[in-house]
């Protein structure tokens, strides 16, 4: 391809929520913190390296009896206050701008874990009752 020489007109996609088939045997809660596990299914957050595009969930989702894809999960994206971990994983003010790690589908550390956890979105604001999480 050549560089531009003239305007583009280049198509725009505002995307506030994703769908996504979800694993098999997996129940999701509305509100909790869900992304997509290596096989491309939707799961809850866990202590996991393999996870991606973690939002929150939409609805609350039922696939336990089923199998991979029989049910589609709906995530929102945008920035939702979750549970800081404790002890020398708490989030502070320091850490916004920085990574925010899944602990659990509700609770975002500040580290990997040891390399145990997955990167779930970036720290936008710490308060006293939790982190700020911004998912793209």
């Known amino acids: 391809m050549t560089p531009l020489s ?4 280049t198509p725009r996609r505002d995307r506030t929520t994703r769908h996504v088939p979800l694993a098999a045997a997996t129940k999701l809660f509305a509100g909790g ?9 939707l799961v809850a957050v866990t202590a996991s390296t393999t ?9 609350q989702v039922d696939n336990s009896t089923g199998a991979a894809g029989d049910q589609t999960g709906e ?7 979750w549970n800081n971990s404790t002890s020398t994983d708490l989030i502070t003010r320091a850490d916004i701008g920085s990574d925010a790690y899944g602990v659990d589908d509700q609770t975002v ?4 874990g040891g390399g ?7 720290i936008a604001d710490v308060d006293d009752i939790g ?4 998912h793209t």
């Open 6 to 9: 003239a305007d583009r007109n």
């Open 131 to 134: 982190v700020w999480v911004t």
């Open 51 to 59: 996870l991606k595009g973690a939002a929150r969930t939409a609805k």
């Open 116 to 122: 145990t956890r997955s990167v779930v979105g970036k």
């Open 33 to 41: 913190m869900s992304a997509i596990n290596a096989a491309g299914n």
């Open 75 to 81: 995530q929102e994206l945008g920035t939702f206050r």
């Open 109 to 112: 550390a500040k580290t990997n």
